[in-house]
């Protein structure tokens, strides 16, 4: 099984509809992160977190909110999708343990969003 | 406001040929990290350089990080076709973690 799961997969949705996507992970990694991916900019954060009451914006996290359940889940959530909110979306995960591995992240597979 | 940029966004080349990729970014960092994403994938860990002067193998692929110059370099060796991916370099500045574009590497027989 996959150590981090992102759900649905691919979602369709139209504009002003509430949307959430779903990340699990069974790495026991305290550190988790939302990302967008859009052609030809990278990678952009959006929120990420450090424990279960911790909850920090990312670069771009206008419009989006997130929840962190438990330490296994971080969702991400559209109040009010909008057609620019369209993107492949990205779940990640790291360990706070410092040494040489120091944050690496671990990736979902995506969730491929589309906003009509 | 940390900016990573790097070059080439898009490179070809033929098997066996060597090439650098290039990562410059804005401010200070204490860690950089190179990933490698294969189309319709996700993106998979390459490397992680904490220090000045880190240099980094594994295979055919090389990274190095100069501090001073806020640059690193990602070095391919006698490229084969497996290596054709987009490579990112990611920059960790006090949790602000930013990423560069992308370089489309594409390795032709």
């Known amino acids: 099984d996959a150590d981090v799961t992102q759900t649905p997969r691919n979602r369709i949705t139209k504009t002003g509809k509430r949307i959430m996507l779903e990340c699990s992970q069974t790495k026991g990694h305290d550190r988790m992160y939302w990302y967008r991916q859009d052609p030809g900019l990278g990678l952009r954060l959006i929120y990420y977190?450090?424990?279960?009451?911790?909850?920090n914006k990312g670069e771009i996290s206008d419009g989006y909110s997130v929840s962190r359940q438990a330490q296994a889940k971080f969702s991400l959530s559209l109040e009010s999708a909008i057609p620019n909110q369209t993107a492949l979306y990205f779940c990640?995960?790291?360990?706070?343990?410092?040494?040489?591995?120091?944050?690496?992240?671990?990736f979902g597979p995506g969730t491929r969003l589309t906003v009509l | 406001e940390l900016k990573v940029e790097q070059n080439p966004l898009f490179l070809s080349m033929q098997e066996g040929k060597n090439y650098t990729i290039y990562c410059n970014y804005s401010?200070?960092?204490?860690?950089l990290y190179w990933y490698r994403q294969d189309p319709g994938k996700s993106l998979e860990s390459l490397f992680v350089l904490l220090s000045n002067g880190a240099v980094k193998q594994e295979g055919r692929l090389m990274a190095s990080l100069d501090t001073k110059a806020r640059l690193s370099t990602l070095h391919i060796t006698a490229a084969v076709h497996d290596l054709s991916a987009t490579y990112f370099c990611a920059v960790n500045n006090n949790n602000d973690m930013r990423f560069g574009a992308g370089t489309r590497l594409t390795v032709k027989p």
């Open positions: 401010t200070t960092s204490d860690r």
């Open positions: 977190s450090f424990d279960v009451k911790d909850i």
């Open positions: 990640a995960t790291s360990d706070s343990v410092t040494g040489a591995m120091a944050d690496t992240q671990y």
